[in-house]
């Protein structure tokens, strides 16, 4: 089995950047997609951003612009650079790999604030 492990998360103010990181281990084969989704509360998780085994990405378009997804030298290792962040953007943010058979594995989440 994947087990899928977020960091990074923590209370930042208007303006400022985080950048989160997600490390996947157990059995991983090179053809996973990875992503990045977060839930506020009382809202419906999102997608935030995803990144094919191809290296194609996709974003959403409230954080186009300001959020990067990429993939480190470990292809099971995805970072999440959040930049000019907003109040809006205060959630849990929850990586999820999808494997070679179209499983999804999640992490538990990382919890980032926006506040002054």
């Known amino acids: 089995q994947v087990h899928v492990v977020e960091s990074g998360g923590g209370l930042v103010q208007p303006g400022g950047s985080l950048r989160l990181s997600c490390v996947a281990s157990g059995t991983i084969f090179s053809n996973n997609a990875m992503g990045w989704y977060r839930q506020a509360p009382g809202k419906q998780r999102e997608l935030v951003a995803r990144?094919?085994?191809?290296?194609?990405?996709n974003y959403a378009d409230s954080v186009k612009g300001r959020f990067t997804i990429s993939r480190g030298n470990a292809r099971s290792t995805v970072y999440l650079q959040m930049n000019s962040l907003k109040p809006e953007d205060t959630a849990v943010y929850l990586c999820?790999?999808?494997?070679?058979?179209?499983?999804?594995?999640w992490g538990q989440g990382t919890r980032v604030t926006v506040s002054s």
């Open positions: 999820v790999l999808t494997d070679w058979d179209k499983r999804d594995y």
């Open positions: 990144i094919t085994s191809g290296s194609s990405t």
